[in-house]
T-cell receptor, first 112, second 114 residues
Framework: DQQVKQNSPSLSVQEGRISILNCDYTNSMFDYFLWYKKYPAEGPTFLISISSIKDKNEDGRFTVFLNKSAKHLSLHIVPSQPGDSAVYFCAASFYNTDKLIFGTGTRLQVFP | NAGVTQTPKFRILKIGQSMTLQCTQDMNHNYMYWYRQDPGMGLKLIYYSVGAGITDKGEVPNGYNVSRSTTEDFPLRLELAAPSQTSVYFC?????????????FGPGTRLTVL
């Protein structure tokens, strides 16, 4: 049973445009959500996170939106750059625990 | 500061062989984790440790063992390799305690069992 779902396995966006990556979850007890970015042959690296008490968190070109009623979060990248081409994983955790549950990932390709 | 290092980078095993995947972190993190990633899938937690001498099972622990004798090291042991254990293995660490915290990942070990 996949508790964190990324239904789009891939996304292709032109450089300079907005990239929107989506993530849905099924367990309303999740308290904290994170996005990780992964390049080939490397481990995932932390990108941005959001607590369930917020609905938006911004860090430079990256913004994460959380809609608790819909159990949905999204990552916006504006403007997209070729270096953003990677696999993006959404992850969630329960209150007061460090264990993460990952989605299956979305491969983003940013073309010139 | 090397972060999280993993050895080996690649390994091919025959069915029934055993091996240990090494993981070391130099950030003085309390918590350490082992994940596996199968093709087209997300990362699944195998085992984790909240400190030296303390380990616990994650989502997919069968076929694996771990130990944590020091803060820095968290090896993962495969006793009887099976084709289903063909995967990429990632070790991670975090400061730990008091709620969610950023996990820092190693570069991974790609294991093939034939």
């Amino acid at each position: 049973d996949q508790q964190v779902k990324q239904n789009s396995p891939s996304l292709s966006v032109q450089e300079g445009r907005i990239s929107i990556l989506n993530c849905d979850y099924t367990n309303s007890m999740f308290d904290y959500f994170l996005w990780y970015k992964k390049y080939p042959a490397e481990g995932p690296t932390f990108l941005i996170s959001i607590s369930s008490i917020k609905d938006k968190n911004e860090d430079g070109r990256f913004t994460v939106f959380l809609n608790k009623s819909a159990k949905h979060l999204s990552l916006h990248i504006v403007p997209s750059q070729p270096g953003d081409s990677a696999v993006y994983f959404c992850a969630a955790s329960f209150y007061n625990t460090d264990k993460l549950i990952f989605g299956t990932g979305t491969r983003l390709q940013v073309f010139p | 500061n090397a972060g999280v290092t993993q050895t080996p980078k690649f390994r091919i095993l025959k069915i029934g062989q055993s091996m240990t995947l090494q993981c070391t972190q130099d950030m003085n993190h309390n918590y350490m984790y082992w994940y596996r990633q199968d093709p087209g899938m997300g990362l699944k937690l195998i085992y984790y440790s909240v400190g030296a001498g303390i380990t616990d099972k994650g989502e997919v622990p069968n076929g694996y063992n771990v130990s944590r004798s020091t803060t820095e090291d968290f090896p993962l042991r495969l006793e009887l390799a099976a084709p289903s254990q063909t995967s990429v293995y990632f070790c991670a660490s975090s400061r730990g305690g008091g709620g969610p915290d950023t996990q820092y990942f190693g570069p991974g070990t790609r294991l093939t069992v034939l």
